[in-house]
């Protein structure tokens, strides 16, 4: 059976007159062909559409049924070319974003709201993942972007393009009350408690400055626990576990039992991009990423 979009409109046409002389006239077309398109597609259906006689024209059982589907069909078929130009500009689609804990409460929030009032229709499918993790999705082709903490390993840069979104000193993280006075602090003014850090695997050169610092301030404190996501490290300060050097911006997330404090030291800092692979044609991921250069903080 093949009905094209012609023979539908004639057949509302024709329902909406009850006429086919009025009906011929407003489709600019004599009546002859008319009555022919309407036969032939009654043909092709295998069922009448129109009841006729020499005074009316009325609808069938069969074409009662067909007319709100006809009218369904011809309105999505005029709302085609609205919804090519939408998603050839990036407008309508389906973005999938991969973000470290850490920037869920720095860049994520503001920018997303920025994007969902620019880009109402765009699905955005959101997961919280390490930056190895994410690294690995983005090479497969299983997310469009991820928001991780650098740097991008050798291996993956001949396929990933990397924007930095914000730089942001470590500040210390520690149960409260185990710290003395106010302000900011020199490290070896830090209680002397375990520490409390993610594994070296998810971010290693994170990982790596964060000893290092604690080193060059005399302190080598064992790890008492080792967490994935920034807020149950946060978690485990506040319940008295250890310490640890946050990014500035976890500050933001305020949780009974813990004491951020600023730190003297010159402690290193640390650095929230975007990455995506290079090849990616999406034009959800093209107006993503510009929005996000136009308000990015660095």
Request: hydrophobic share 45%; with cysteine.
């Amino acid at each position: 059976m093949n009905i094209d979009l012609r023979a539908l409109r004639y057949f509302v046409t024709v329902a909406e007159e009850l006429h086919f002389g009025r009906a011929a006239a407003r489709l600019h077309m004599t009546q002859p062909p008319l009555s022919q398109a309407i036969a032939n597609l009654e043909e092709a259906l295998g069922a009448p559409l129109f009841l006729r006689d020499r005074r009316s024209v009325a609808l069938t059982a069969a074409g009662a049924v067909l007319l709100p589907e006809a009218r369904r069909l011809l309105d999505g078929a005029a709302d085609l070319p609205e919804l090519v130009r939408r998603a050839a500009s990036g407008e309508e689609g389906r973005l999938a974003l991969s973000f470290v804990s850490s920037a869920d409460y720095s860049v994520l929030p503001p920018f997303l709201s920025k994007y969902r009032e620019r880009y109402p229709n765009v699905q955005i499918a959101l997961q919280e993942a390490t930056s190895d993790v994410q690294v690995e999705d983005l090479l497969h082709g299983r997310i469009d972007a991820g928001l991780l903490i650098p740097p991008v390993p050798d291996r993956a840069l001949a396929e990933l393009d990397y924007l930095k979104l914000l730089s942001e000193p470590l500040i210390l993280a520690a149960p409260a009350g185990t710290v003395k006075g106010r302000g900011p602090l020199h490290l070896k003014q830090a209680p002397r408690l375990p520490l409390v850090i993610f594994p070296r695997k998810i971010a290693p050169a994170l990982h790596d400055a964060i000893l290092g610092c604690l080193r060059a301030a005399g302190l080598t404190p064992p790890v008492a626990q080792e967490a994935i996501q920034m807020q149950t490290i946060v978690s485990l300060v506040a319940a008295g576990m250890g310490l640890a050097l946050v990014p500035q911006s976890v500050s933001n997330l305020m949780r009974p039992g813990v004491e951020y404090r600023a730190l003297r030291d010159a402690t290193p800092h640390v650095d929230t991009g975007i990455a995506w692979r290079r090849d990616n044609p999406s034009p959800v991921l093209r107006g993503f990423l510009e929005l996000l250069r136009k308000n990015r903080t660095c």
